[in-house]
């Protein structure tokens, strides 16, 4: 019995099943199939039905079908054992699904290289094989067991070969769609209903550079070819955002797995072959790449840290809304400022900021961050976070106020909208004229520095999860799930901003 797994990839769930061992040479170690579902109570319920499905598929027909291959393969046993399985067995074997059917194929292939190799006498069993092998395809396609079943044995039964007129009739025409790649791009949104609009906006600059790559043929004619110099193409592209001149090896990484999912996808919608794009990988890391430790990809602030960002400029006076890095008469406290006073006392995430609203839910008598609606990066995104002390006498209660009143989001100034992206780059490109050069430290390090607070105040980790926004996997957690009003008060009177912020005190 083979025993089935569920695993999440990406935000779309799968169920693993481990192939049985005798079985393996012919079906591999695992077996993988897309439940199609994000949500986990779902994707279990189909899991178990999906599980069913798959454990009827290895029979002992095809036990025997292995034996049997594999011996002859091993020389042990005599190719006219494998002639008499395939006719007598005829009907059995055509009747299996698509997962054997392809794997069958793939098997008495390598006998028929195997067998031409040791034995050129034996010339017409290979063209058979080869027979059996076009007509299981065309059969299989067009849903035809009986042309199956019959192809099987009339190759078994070692007729004469047919011609090359006869061949030609009883192949398929080719299979999948012939319309070009992008013009499905729209159909594969729509299947994946849970992509947020950063993940969309990264596909479609995946899709962009796969279509400067090999332009806009027909889906069906993607081959593996096409992906390897789709990877080396990202190799080799010039990017001025990095030291080295070219794309980092996560960004590489990124954009050939999301075309990856994308032809599995097309795939798994019978448009296209699958011909092993999963086997093609991506450049090697650099020898710096593989010194670099996780905290040095991405870091919290440190104390010093944070007392350059909160006395620069933005904060203490700056010359201009243009030089913002200047010191200056101006001492008007804009969204950038916000945004960044927001980020380090709440941990929400630069999308969350950008798109909350300004109006504050109240649980009991602790006011919230309202990421109900904008939090969408996980299921636990979904959240209020409590308004800290620190945050509150900053006087962002009046600032929200102010910005519900004039009907704004929270970090809506009233003239520009600017997207998660662009709010990233301008306060990205603030820190560095500030002199936090360092590149593991950006904006979303703040995120990081406010998960530090959070361990400090010694609160139960499921609530530093639900304040947070990180699914823990455990079954517990789905249990009320929502921050209550208790819990929400420890987050208050427990968590403390790391430095103090005197000088931004406006009460």
């Known amino acids: 019995m083979a025993t089935p797994y569920m695993q999440r990839r990406r935000s779309v769930w799968h169920l693993k099943i481990r192939v049985p061992a005798d079985l393996r040479p012919l079906l591999k170690q695992h077996v993988v199939r897309s439940l199609k579902t994000s949500d986990k109570v779902i994707a279990q319920a189909r899991a178990i039905e999906a599980a069913s499905a798959m454990n009827g598929i290895f ?6 079908a292995l034996e049997i291959i594999a011996g002859v393969k091993d020389d042990k046993r005599p190719l006219a054992e494998l002639r008499q399985f395939l006719q007598d067995h005829a009907d059995e074997l055509a009747a299996q699904p698509k997962e054997f059917t392809e794997q069958f194929i793939r098997a008495l292939r390598g006998v028929r290289d195997l067998e031409a190799g040791r034995n050129r006498q034996d010339q017409s069993w290979h063209d058979h094989q080869s027979n059996i092998i076009e007509a299981i395809k065309a059969a299989r396609l067009q849903g035809e067991v009986e042309g199956m079943a019959r192809a099987i044995r009339e190759g078994a039964g070692a007729r004469v070969a047919p011609s090359i007129a006869e061949i030609r009739a ?18 594969f949104y729509r299947d994946r209903p849970d992509f947020a609009p950063k993940t969309l906006i990264g596909y479609g ?13 027909p889906v069906r004619e993607i081959a593996k070819g096409d992906i390897k110099n789709f990877a ?11 030291k080295t001149g070219t794309l980092k090896r996560n960004t590489i990484l990124r954009q050939v797995t999301e075309a990856k999912v994308f032809l599995r996808w ?29 905290e040095e990809i991405r870091r919290a602030f440190t104390p010093d840290e944070l007392q350059t960002l909160f006395q620069s400029p933005l904060f ?19 969204t950038d400022a916000w945004f960044l006073i927001i980020m380090a006392h709440t941990g929400a995430r630069i999308a969350e900021i950008a798109t909350a609203p300004a109006v504050l839910k109240y ?26 002390p620190g945050l509150r006498k900053l006087g962002f209660i009046e600032y929200a106020q102010r910005q519900a009143k004039a009907g704004r989001l929270l970090m809506d100034d009233g003239r520009e909208k600017r997207s998660p992206d662009a709010w990233s780059k301008r306060l990205n490109r603030y820190l560095d004229d500030i002199g936090l050069t360092d590149d593991a430290l950006v904006t979303y390090s703040l995120r990081h520095s406010f ?33 209550s009003s208790q819990e929400a008060r420890q987050v208050v009177s427990k968590v403390r901003f790391p430095i103090p912020l005197d000088h931004l005190d406006r009460r």
């Open 451 to 483: 998960r530090q607070m959070l361990r400090a105040a010694n609160l139960n980790h499921e609530v530093v999860n639900r304040v947070f926004g990180h699914e823990t996997g455990e079954v517990g957690a789905g249990y009320g799930k929502q921050l």
């Open 59 to 64: 029979m002992d027909i095809r036990r025997q």
């Open 170 to 187: 009883i192949e398929p025409e080719q299979e999948g769609r012939a319309d070009p790649w992008p013009d499905l791009i729209p159909e």
């Open 205 to 217: 600059t995946t899709f962009r550079h796969l279509e400067e790559v090999i332009g806009r043929k």
């Open 363 to 388: 649980l009991d008598d602790v006011p919230c961050l309202d990421l109900i609606d904008a939090g969408s990066k996980t299921r636990n995104a979904r959240r209020l976070v409590p308004i800290i």
């Open 316 to 334: 203490t006076g700056y010359k201009s809304p243009t030089k913002r890095a200047t010191p200056g008469p101006m001492m008007a406290r804009g």
């Open 232 to 242: 080396d193409f990202l190799r080799d592209k010039p990017s001025t955002r990095s």
């Open 266 to 294: 097309a795939c798994d919608c019978g448009y296209l072959e699958d011909r092993g794009f999963d086997d093609v990988k991506i450049r090697g890391a650099t020898q710096a790449e593989k010194r670099q430790l996780p």
